[in-house]
C-alpha cells in the first residue's frame, strides 16, 4: 500500500512520500470530496458518470473543480499505467485546501487534488455463488448522502457493525424506509422487478443507479426508484448490493435470516444472475 502509485497537488509520486498539511481542511474537517473510478483491463469504466458526481460534490460544497475532464483523465491513465495490476480501482480527493481552522468556508483557496490507484479486490468466486451475509441497523448519519463526502466517520462505524459480526455489510433504515448500506446501494427484487430508494438527499447517486437501470432495459426487467419499507426488504425475492468494487452482488441472509422464498430461499436469485452477466458485458462496452 505504502508504494502505491499517488498523485498530489501536480506531482506523481509514492503514496510513502506523499505529504499533506496537518490544515488542510480534508484533515482538519473533512471537508472534501472523493470518487473511486473501476479500471478493467486498464480502462476506466464509466469514467464520465463519475466525473459527473464529482462536479455535483464539489458545486455542493463550494469548491471549485480543480481539473478539466480532459485533466482528470489524463492523471487516471498515467497512475494506472503504472500500476501492474489490469484491473484497478483509482481514487481521487479534493479537500478545499489549507486554511487557519475556522468552521466557515474561506474563498481563494486552492484545492488540495489527491488521487491513487491499487489492484482491485473483487468478490470472490464463492461469494458470488452462495451470496453474503448482511446485517441492519438505523441509519445514524448526516442527512447529506447525496454528497459523496470524505467525511465518512457515520460510514465507518456502519461498516464495522456488519465485520464484527462477521457479514458483509450493513443495510440501514431512516424513518422505517430503505436508505442504503455503509459502502453500497441496496436493491430489491419484487415479483421480477427490481426496485431500488429513490434519490434524494438521504442517499448517495450511486453510479449503478443509472447503470442497473440501463442494464435492466437491456435485459427486459422492470426497475423503479421508489419508497421501500424495511418490511419490502425482509419479505423481498432477492436483496442486490452495488459498489465499484462490488459491482452487483446477492445478498443471502440478512440478520440471519435467509433472504427469498421457495427453493431459492437463501440463495442467488435469477435477477442477479441476468444483471450480473450483463454487467459484465457492460465492462467491455462502457470503459475508456
Known sequence: MHDAPCFLDGEYLRVSQAKVSVLDRGFIFGDGVYEVVPVYGRRLFRFDEHMARLTRSLAKLRIPNPAARDEWLARCRTLVQSEPAADQVVYLQVTRGVAPREHVMPEGLVPTVFMMTNPMRPPSAEQRHQGVACITARDFRWERGDIKSTSLLGNVMARQMSADHGAVETIMFRDGLLTEAAASNVWVVHEGALLGPPKSELVLEGIRVELLRELCEDCGIAYNLRP?????????????????????????????????????????????????????RAKLTMSI
Open 228 to 280: 421501500i419499507t424495511e418490511a419490502d426488504v425482509r419479505a423481498a425475492d432477492e436483496v442486490l448490493l452495488s459498489s465499484a468494487t462490488k459491482e452487483v452482488l446477492p445478498v443471502t441472509s440478512i440478520d440471519g435470516q435467509p433472504v427469498g422464498h421457495g427453493a431459492l430461499r437463501g440463495k442467488p436469485g435469477p435477477v442477479y444472475a441476468r444483471l450480473h452477466e450483463a454487467y459484465q
